[in-house]
Each structure stands twice: as C-alpha cells, then as structure tokens.
C-alpha cells in the first residue's frame, strides 16, 4: 500500500515551506528566550518587567532580530555576485573554470536567444532586460540593506536605553554608526557568515550528500568542477 498522498501545493513547494516553518518556530523560540532574558536583566536592574508583547515592539528585540538577517542578506548577495566572477576548482557551488563572467546571450537564453519558455523580461531590451538579468543580486543587496538599516536604527535606540539607564547622555545616529557597540554586533555576524560560504565551498571539493544539488555525485572526481547531484 502506499502512503498517503501529499498535496501538489506542499509537494511543489517543500523546501520554502521547510524553511519557512524552522523561520517561523527559531524566531518564536528567540522571542521566549529573550524575553526571559530581558526580564531576569531588568529584575537585577531594580526595574519594573515589561510585558511579553512590550518586549516583541522593543528595540532590544529588533535589534537582536535585524542583525541576524543583514548576515544572512549580505552573505547571500556577496554569494550571487562573486560566484559570477570567481570559481572554486572541484566545487559543484562554482561554475566551470572556464565560464567565468557573465556569459553569452546563448547560455544565458537571453534577446533574440531566449526560447519559449523564457520569461518576457529575458527576452526585452535593454535596462528592462539588464534589471531581470541581476535581479537576485540586487533584490539581495536590497533586502541586506533594508535589515542593516533596521538593525542601526534598533540598536541606537536600545544602545541610548542603556545609557539613560547608566545616567549618560544618548548619541545621535551617526555617532552609533561609528561606536564600537554597533561595529560588534555587525562583524560578529559577518565574520561567521563568511566562514561558512568558505567552508561549504571548500568541503563540497572533497565530501558528497547523496541527491543533494548542493553536492557533486558521489562517484564524481574531486577536481570535478560545478557538478551537481
């Protein structure tokens, strides 16, 4: 007998419901976590604890959100855009050595090159043409900046809370752009985001996952370059 039959919604779109639903349930554990936390801290500080739906609208809780996500934005356009200039030989997260830039209209199924499937963008002129042609990267870069934004503006407002509570003047924006509070909490995130791409690029050289298109088939060479499984 086989089992039973899984929706063509949820079959089609497994992966983003995946993600979506770890997203969903880390992001509510965080908020739990902090909260407890917050509250434990404001205890020791001799202050009256705030509520739990207080504490989501706060900016301690949005900056400790903002600053994850930028991470993860940043690395993901630096990931889009690098791997169009720079290989990895044997990685299947590089292109073939030999196909490093932007590639021709032909490969790339663009202009007067694009077939019927090709979406209408692909196949106009122009900057239309030039928008579609990089738009992951720069919806990337966008998103990157947006939550970069989000996270300095959460952090000087939590970051001036602190001073006030210390009986010390607040700071402007751009005098917390420049302190070390804001530098810390933004290199400590990129710093592991970056060893991670370093890292998968480099360990899918010489290690395999069985029918994973982040991996090189099984059997393939370790010198085989952009590879899939």
Wanted: negative net charge.
């Amino acid at each position: 007998m086989s089992g039973p039959r899984v929706p063509r919604l949820v079959r089609e779109n497994g992966l983003v419901l995946f993600f979506g639903t770890i997203f969903v349930l880390a992001l509510v554990g965080q908020a739990v976590a902090g909260f407890a936390e917050f509250v434990e801290q404001q205890i020791a500080d001799g202050a009256h604890p705030v509520s739990f739906l207080a504490y989501l609208t706060s900016s301690d809780f949005g900056v400790d959100v903002a600053e994850n996500w930028q991470s993860e934005y940043l690395q993901f356009a630096l990931y889009v855009v690098a791997t169009v200039y720079f290989v990895q030989r044997g990685s299947p997260e590089s292109k073939q050595l030999d196909e490093v830039g932007g590639e021709s209209d032909e490969r790339q199924r663009v202009g007067a090159d694009a077939d019927d499937n090709s979406p209408v963008s692909a196949r106009a002129d122009g900057p239309r043409r030039w928008w579609y042609s990089n738009s992951l990267g720069l919806a990337m870069l966008a998103l990157f900046l947006g939550s970069w934004t989000a996270q300095a503006v959460a952090g000087r407002a939590a970051y001036n809370a602190a001073q006030l509570r210390a009986v010390q003047d607040p700071v402007g924006l751009a005098e917390y752009l420049a302190s070390p509070d804001f530098w810390s909490r933004t290199l400590q995130n990129w710093q592991s985001e970056f060893l991670a791409i370093m890292s998968m690029a480099l360990l899918s050289v010489f290690l395999r996952q069985r029918g994973s298109p982040e991996s090189k088939p099984v059997g393939a060479a370790r010198d085989a370059t952009g590879l899939e499984g």
